[in-house]
Nanobody, 114 residues
């Protein structure tokens, strides 16, 4: 079972940027899809972004070019660069790993203030 540890969340003003990181404990990091979901207050969890081992990316419709997902296979780490943050981006961001079985990190809080 893989363990996922997220970091990089925090408080940022609207229009600012944050970079989230998620490091996986697995050794076969290359053979999976990793990504992020988020859950805002009073909202359902929604898809943010994903990246395959070959670097193919997908984004939720709301991202609109503001976020960039990337991965460093040598470090077993996936990143989410978030720019032009909006109040509605406030949420707990969860990293996931999917090699046929989806596993989740504990989540990291992102709070965007006005």
């Amino acid at each position: 079972q893989v363990q996922l540890v997220e970091s990089g969340g925090g408080l940022v003003q609207a229009g600012g940027s944050l970079r989230l990181s998620c490091t996986a404990s697995r050794s076969n990091f290359n053979n999976n899809i990793m990504g992020w979901h988020r859950q805002g207050p009073g909202k359902q969890r929604e898809f943010v972004a994903s990246i395959s081992r070959r670097g193919t990316t997908n984004y939720g419709d709301f991202v609109k070019g503001r976020f960039i997902i990337s991965r460093d296979n040598a470090k077993n780490t996936v990143y989410l660069q978030m720019n032009s943050l909006k109040l509605e981006d406030t949420a707990v961001y969860y990293c996931y790993d999917n090699d046929g079985v989806v596993q989740w990190g504990q989540g990291t809080q992102v709070t965007v203030s006005s």
